[in-house]
């Protein structure tokens, strides 16, 4: 789950951690009392939205007067702002951050987060602030620095020296690092989080740590024992089609392709994927329908997977071992009866009971393909969608 900027900073900030004072906005008259608010003669006004790229595509303006965040307030709430984050169908801009101006002496990156590969908490620290870390990372990778912190010990004083000498802080500014990492440690930790990333990181000219931006992410399996974080969801962020799948308990991605697929668990399900792509075709969507599928959760998926324009045809793949594959045959059977599917559908089946799914799908009087194992599903479905 991801949050919006003014909602990190204000988590950050009760961790200690050094943030410019900002006021989140929804309306003009919000954005313009925010502006009143704050003294410096500098003022940012943010389109707050789930993306980076913002600032390239206007989503970001620094100004002087009230007037001006007024004008920018009026231009940006209700627009969509398309950045190479958001895809080409963009994101509307439902509220502002309204930030007091700094003074910048120079911009950093510095961010935390899980590295797979070594299963611990990552700073990733560079002096390459206010770019793309991707771009960094492949033009000029000896300028980002990679420090592992073992979950025996924590973070140390030897990772606050590393972070320091990459990022080449002076003694001033290195003695607030301690505070700053230890700040933002402490909250990737309490919080469950799965990144935070802070750019800009910005040294003003006084020699003060500032996180000039701020994005958090978290890690949605931990998020039943932070009620206050989800409190933050912004459901209008996100995909309709995934939020709906959620109430289910169903584990749904929209793709770009048009074969939807209907799979019990998350292996099986990529190899799914893989498959549709090696038969030259490209799949709709990924869905995980989980080990205990009923009439209602199969019929949801139906749904769901349908409410995709793309979609030519529907593959459903199942291995019953937990799951018994006639109550998914019947679920099938429902779902497609009352929702009156008329694109190609192939059913695979394997495992407890597949003869009698087999033998219900069979005497259902629809048009279902059956297959009898994956690579010929997958032949079936794409050929049934080209109409061959």
Same mark, same amino acid.
């Given at each position: 789950?991801?949050?919006?900027?003014?909602?990190?900073?204000?988590?950050?900030?009760?961790?200690?951690?050094?943030?410019?004072?900002?006021?989140?906005?929804?309306?003009?008259?919000?954005?313009?009392?925010?502006?009143?608010?704050?003294?410096?003669?500098?003022?940012?006004?943010?389109?707050?939205?789930?993306?980076?790229?913002?600032?390239?595509?206007?989503?970001?303006?620094?100004?002087?007067?009230?007037?001006?965040?007024?004008?920018?307030?009026?231009?940006?709430?209700?627009?969509?702002?398309?950045?190479?984050?958001?895809?080409?169908?963009?994101?509307?801009?439902?509220?502002?951050?309204?930030?007091?101006?700094?003074?910048?002496?120079?911009?950093?990156?510095?961010?935390?987060?899980?590295?797979?590969?070594?299963?611990?908490?990552?700073?990733?620290?560079?002096?390459?602030?206010?770019?793309?870390?991707?771009?960094?990372?492949?033009?000029?990778?000896?300028?980002? /620095? +990679?420090?592992? *912190?073992?979950?025996?010990? $924590?973070?140390? %004083?030897?990772?606050?020296?590393? !972070?320091?000498? @990459?990022?080449?802080?002076?003694?001033?500014?290195?003695?607030?690092?301690?505070?700053?990492?230890?700040?933002?440690?402490?909250?990737?930790?309490?919080?469950?989080?799965?990144?935070?990333?802070?750019?800009?990181?910005?040294?003003?000219?006084?020699?003060?740590?500032?996180?000039?931006?701020?994005?958090?992410?978290?890690?949605?399996?931990?998020?039943?024992?932070?009620?206050?974080?989800?409190?933050?969801?912004?459901?209008?962020?996100?995909?309709?089609?995934?939020?709906?799948?959620?109430?289910?308990?169903?584990?749904?991605?929209?793709?770009?392709?048009?074969?939807?697929?209907?799979?019990?668990?998350?292996?099986?399900?990529? /190899? +799914?994927?893989? *498959?549709?792509?090696?038969? $030259?075709?490209? %799949?709709?969507?990924?869905?995980? !329908?989980?080990? @205990?599928?009923?009439?209602?959760?199969?019929?949801?998926?139906?749904?769901?997977?349908?409410?995709?324009?793309?979609?030519?045809?529907?593959?459903?793949?199942?291995?019953?071992?937990?799951?018994?594959?006639?109550?998914?045959?019947?679920?099938?059977?429902?779902?497609?009866?009352?929702?009156?599917?008329?694109?190609?559908?192939?059913?695979?089946?394997?495992?407890?009971?597949?003869?009698?799914?087999?033998?219900?799908?069979?005497?259902?009087?629809?048009?279902?393909?059956?297959?009898?194992?994956?690579?010929?599903?997958?032949?079936?479905?794409?050929?049934?969608?080209?109409?061959?």
């Amino acid at each position: 789950m991801n949050i919006h900027e003014h909602q990190a900073k204000a988590l950050l900030r009760q961790y200690n951690v050094n943030v410019p004072h900002g006021v989140a906005a929804f309306s003009v008259a919000e954005a313009v009392a925010a502006a009143e608010s704050i003294s410096t003669d500098v003022k940012v006004v943010k389109a707050q939205i789930h993306a980076g790229g913002r600032g390239k595509a206007g989503g970001v303006k620094v100004v002087k007067t009230v007037a001006e965040v007024e004008a920018e307030a009026t231009r940006l709430l209700g627009s969509v702002l398309v950045t190479h984050q958001t895809g080409p169908s963009g994101k509307e801009v439902q509220r502002l951050y309204i930030e007091e101006g700094c003074d910048i002496g120079s911009e950093l990156y510095l961010s935390m987060l899980v590295d797979r590969a070594s299963s611990r908490i990552t700073i990733i620290a560079s002096t390459e602030g206010g770019m793309d870390i991707e771009k960094v990372a492949a033009e000029t990778p000896e300028k980002i /620095a +990679t420090i592992s *912190i073992d979950p025996a010990t $924590g973070l140390k %004083p030897h990772h606050i020296r590393a !972070v320091s000498q @990459a990022l080449k802080l002076e003694a001033q500014t290195a003695k607030q690092a301690g505070i700053f990492l230890k700040g933002i440690y402490e909250a990737f930790c309490g919080l469950d989080a799965s990144l935070i990333e802070i750019n800009p990181l910005v040294v003003t000219s006084a020699g003060d740590l500032l996180a000039l931006d701020a994005k958090m992410g978290f890690d949605d399996n931990a998020l039943y024992r932070q009620p206050d974080v989800l409190a933050l969801r912004d459901l209008s962020e996100e995909d309709e089609s995934e939020v709906k799948a959620s109430e289910f308990d169903l584990n749904y991605i929209k793709l770009d392709g048009n074969i939807g697929c209907m799979v019990n668990g998350a292996g099986l399900a990529m /190899a +799914t994927m893989d *498959i549709i792509k090696l038969e $030259g075709a490209e %799949p709709a969507n990924f869905l995980d !329908v989980g080990g @205990a599928a009923t009439t209602e959760k199969v019929t949801e998926a139906f749904k769901i997977i349908l409410s995709d324009d793309n979609v030519d045809g529907i593959l459903v793949n199942i291995f019953g071992g937990i799951m018994r594959c006639d109550v998914i045959a019947e679920g099938v059977v429902t779902a497609a009866r009352n929702l009156g599917l008329t694109k190609p559908l192939v059913v695979r089946l394997e495992g407890t009971n597949v003869e009698k799914g087999k033998a219900i799908m069979a005497e259902s009087g629809l048009k279902i393909i059956s297959a009898d194992n994956l690579g010929d599903a997958a032949k079936k479905i794409v050929a049934a969608v080209k109409g061959e």
